[in-house]
């Protein structure tokens, strides 16, 4: 596609549920990379992919969080058991190689645990 | 590992006047800078990068910023501002891979912009 596509653009779950944050890169870039962002905070490092290997997760901050992207495109951000300091926007980025590197921005999606 | 600082949380400016935001990075080798733009409730939107080469750079909207290795600073200038450029600026940096690209960005805290009539 044109953009970084992220779905649901909003999400409430109940503290203790499990969700999936989905990620859809531009078609035919390598690296795939999730954020968090808390109110008023720049986002924050969570995992990187190439391709289908998960080459950096030293972000994630519990092992609640699980990232995966079985087929090297669509990648999913799963918070097992969510609680209340897991409210934030999970953003994600797709980048090309070579000359012209750069990271595209997805909308994000705002997780709100009540 | 990298870190950037944003020493300025809010910075009012007025409609018209010229406008520098500051960010200083700490990185032990040429790094890969960006600036960002955010919206309330939007996403990330780039503005400006810096690999190699010329140390002014130039991005979209008539914003512009420059490497100074020496300062280990990429400062973000406009030399007007319009209402429209009210929002949250994130300075960000990246490791370089000597085979071209990067790993994840580190960003900086973010400078609120608010604009005055």
């Known amino acids: 596609g044109a953009g970084v596509s992220q779905s649901p653009r909003y999400k409430v779950a109940k503290r203790g549920q499990d969700v999936a944050l989905r990620c859809d890169p531009i078609s035919g870039h390598v690296s795939l990379f999730w954020y968090q962002q808390a109110l008023g905070q720049g986002p924050e490092f969570l995992t990187y992919f190439q391709n289908e290997a998960q080459l950096d997760k030293s972000g994630l901050p519990s092992d609640r969080f699980f990232a995966e992207r079985p087929e090297g495109s669509v990648s999913t951000l799963k918070i097992q058991r969510t609680q209340k300091e897991d409210s934030a926007v999970y953003l994600c980025?797709?980048?090309?190689?070579?000359?012209?590197?750069?990271?595209?921005f997805g909308s994000g999606t705002r997780l709100t645990v009540v | 590992a990298q870190s950037v600082t944003q020493p300025d949380i809010h910075i009012t400016v007025s409609e018209g006047a010229s406008l520098e935001l500051r960010c200083n990075y700490s990185?032990?080798?040429?790094?890969?800078l960006f600036w960002y733009v955010q919206s309330p409730g939007q996403g990330l939107q780039l503005l400006l990068k810096y690999f190699s080469g010329d140390t002014l750079v130039q991005g979209i909207k008539g914003f512009e910023a420059e490497f100074k290795r020496s300062q280990s600073s990429f400062n973000l200038r406009k030399p007007s501002v319009h209402w429209s450029d009210a929002a949250e600026y994130f300075c960000a940096v990246a490791r370089m891979y000597s085979g071209g690209g990067a790993d994840g960005l580190t960003f900086g805290k973010g400078t609120h912009l608010i604009i005055q009539p």
């Open positions: 980025a797709s980048s090309s190689s070579g000359r012209n590197y750069g990271y595209t």
């Open positions: 990185y032990g080798a040429t790094p890969y």
